[in-house]
């Protein structure tokens, strides 16, 4: 434009010259006194004037006719460049806007109503900043000044105001306008709408932080603003908070009974149910707080660690008294039944409590104390609180150290297989052996009630019962070539209730069987009556392919669980082992006595053998061949012991035997 306007002041500047000099040279023909006589000029003829009056009109319209083109030439870029301009601002996505230094605004592109609903009349009637948010005013006037004085703008995010009230997130990049000597003379501003995107980048890190099923703070948010606690409460020690942990007593049994996306369900309950019982002044779902201020609220954090289990942060305190409340208040509310699809539903929980009670402490460290505590809340009963203290802490290391002892003895192979001899009470001969397992340690051995427990609460009991099944499989099979007898010596083994929920149990034994030659017919499955009664339809299912293998099973400690004939006379078992509870008694207690009567007595109606365990005097072993037992077990014959000290055992019974049978033919031939 300014070549334009240049180019059309030169031609006006042109013509005002051109006609002026024609206008001189007209009027010096026309009136010669004008001329001096002595002046050059009038000595030319007229002609002469004439043509050259002519040629300087022709080389001027010329000269303009070339510059009129060139200007015309010039206005066309322009307003193709305009065209193109309009185009590209009518249809872009972004907003595109031009301001001047004080920020009014010069031009706004109709993206603007589109994207925020402004039309030219309301933008043309507000400053620039007038729809921007609040909190982002300052930010967005450094940044324009900062443009402004360096030509050079910065990416910048902010919230503007739609026309519906609601605020959308721009990223904006500003460039300025400037002179050729330098001034700014205002910013052009390309805004682009990020809501969609700060949109889902916002639910992304929700999803980070909450968990899917209930919403709410997951383990590692919970942390994070427990934390923020125990650094505020480092600084001001008379902060009192708490955590609760919370854990669904029996939630394996909803979930195995009721299926998993009733149990999902159930929790889902759960969690609202608790939401609404600490709505008072709940956070649930919040984001972590910033300010030590915000942090004394007497609020409470409802959060989803994992599973079915729940922990609550409780903030300011008066007394840890309270913490205790809540925590029976929370028992009683779950306790009101809970419906699962038209089904009643009553749970218990069982709840830890962990106080702050030490400067060195972690959020990690405060969350495992209320940890450990529900633990102890579950092994004292269930359905209980339990508040941590550092013997709980002493225990927990001893029990977390206890299983990392195990897997080690696991690899190195620790476990020993001891056996203890099954007779026959009419015979008073080894018919069986019941394996035991011991943990040979460096420095001692260690008892199976020191290590079973948790052993099986792990999962470790898996590996080393495959071990031990394995040896001792092979260990009879060795001692049937020794010592043969009719019928053949049986082996006892003991199945947890870990090994009795793997869906492939039955394959891993026959393989075992056919790894080792052991006919499945000596082989006894001992299975205990809590175990087998607990899931019947599931029992039934798994005793039978255990039964098709051809291996014998045996309900071991009858009488101590919750007994069901018609459950019994179902499942698929050859005997009954009668538990040392009674046994130990049965010589002093008539009501004892009669309770073996009445259990060999239903056996055999069944058409099962009866085992006795730990008969340990011979009035105990009289009185149980009496009363028609076949089979016993107990100090009084033999305590665990080592595979060397049976095949002495077995070896010496052959001995007797053989002495007995020579004898009885030497008898004979006297």
Request: one cysteine or more; proline letters at 3%.
């Amino acid at each position: 434009m300014r070549q334009v306007e240049g180019r059309e002041w030169w031609l006006w500047g042109s013509a005002v010259t051109v006609t002026l000099v024609l206008t001189f040279g007209i009027l010096s023909l026309a009136f010669p006194g004008l001329q001096r006589p002595t002046d050059t000029v009038y000595l030319l003829n007229l002609k002469e004037w004439v043509r050259g009056l002519a040629a300087l009109v022709l080389l001027f319209d010329i000269y303009t006719m070339y510059q009129q083109r060139q200007l015309q030439r010039i206005r066309r870029q322009l307003a193709e460049r305009e065209q193109l301009f309009q185009l590209i601002t009518e249809n872009a996505a972004d907003m595109i806007a031009v301001i001047d230094p004080n920020g009014q605004r010069l031009y706004n592109s109709p993206a603007y109503q589109k994207i925020l609903g402004y039309g030219p009349e309301d933008l043309a009637a507000t400053s620039s900043m007038d729809q921007v948010h609040p909190d982002d005013r300052a930010r967005v006037m450094e940044a324009s000044a900062k443009a402004s004085s360096t030509g050079r703008g910065e990416r910048l995010e902010y919230r503007v105001r739609h026309k519906d009230g609601s605020w959308r997130f721009l990223e904006s990049t500003a460039s300025a306008i400037q002179s050729p000597e330098g001034e700014t003379l205002g910013l052009v501003i390309v805004n682009r709408d990020i809501t969609q995107r700060k949109r889902a980048e916002e639910r992304l890190a929700h999803q980070s932080f909450h968990d899917s099923l209930t919403d709410l703070p997951n383990r590692s948010l919970f942390l994070d603003r427990l934390q923020r606690i125990v650094t505020v409460w480092r600084r001001h020690s008379e902060l009192k908070f708490a955590v609760l942990f919370i854990d669904v007593d029996e939630f394996k049994v909803f979930n195995d009974s009721l299926g998993h996306a009733a149990g999902d369900g159930l929790l889902v309950q759960i969690a609202k149910r608790l939401t609404a019982g600490l709505r008072g002044a709940d956070t649930v779902a919040r984001s972590p707080v910033g300010e030590d201020a915000e942090l004394f609220g007497g609020e409470s954090t409802l959060a989803r660690p994992g599973g079915d289990e729940f922990a609550v942060l409780i903030e300011d305190l008066h007394d840890p008294s309270d913490a205790i409340r809540v925590a029976e208040r929370i028992q009683q509310r779950l306790a009101i039944p809970f419906d699962s699809n038209g089904q009643e539903i009553v749970l218990s929980v069982s709840i830890g409590i962990a106080f702050s009670n030490n400067r060195g402490m972690t959020a990690q460290d405060l969350l495992r104390d209320a940890e450990i505590a529900m633990y102890r809340a579950k092994s004292s009963g269930k359905a209980r609180c339990e508040v941590f203290d550092h013997a709980m802490h002493a225990c927990a290391i001893k029990r977390l150290q206890l299983e990392t002892d195990l897997r080690k003895a696991v690899e190195l192979n620790q476990f020993r297989v001891y056996y203890q001899p099954i007779v026959s009470l009419r015979s008073g001969q080894i018919v069986g052996l019941e394996t035991l397992s011991r943990w040979q340690r460096p420095e001692s051995l260690v008892m199976p009630a020191e290590f079973i427990a948790v052993a099986d609460e792990t999962g470790i009991i898996l590996s080393i019962n495959r071990q031990l099944l394995y040896e001792a499989c092979h260990q009879l099979r060795s001692w049937q070539g020794l010592f043969p007898s009719d019928p053949p010596l049986t082996l006892n083994v003991n199945i947890t209730s870990k090994q009795f929920a793997q869906p492939d149990l039955a394959s891993q034994i026959g393989n075992t069987l056919q790894e080792t030659g052991l006919d499945p017919g000596c082989l006894n499955l001992e299975i205990t009556e809590t175990i087998a009664m607990g899931d019947a339809d599931r029992s039934a299912v798994v005793l039978t392919e255990l039964k098709a293998l051809g291996v014998h099973l045996d309900i071991d400690d009858f009488g101590t669980g919750y007994s069901s004939l018609s459950r019994l006379q179902r499942f698929p078992v050859d005997t009954l082992k009668v538990d040392r509870s009674f046994v130990s008694r049965m010589d002093t207690d008539v009501d004892t006595r009669e309770i073996v009567r009445i259990i060999v007595m239903l056996a055999h109606g069944l058409r099962l053998k009866v085992v006795a365990e730990g008969v340990e005097t011979q009035a105990q072993a009289d009185l149980l061949t009496d009363i028609g037992c076949e089979l016993a077990q107990g100090y009084l014959y033999s305590k665990p012991v080592p595979a060397e000290t049976i095949e002495q055992l077995l070896s010496n019974a052959a001995n007797a035997s053989a002495n007995t049978r020579a004898k009885a033919a030497s008898s004979r031939f006297a």
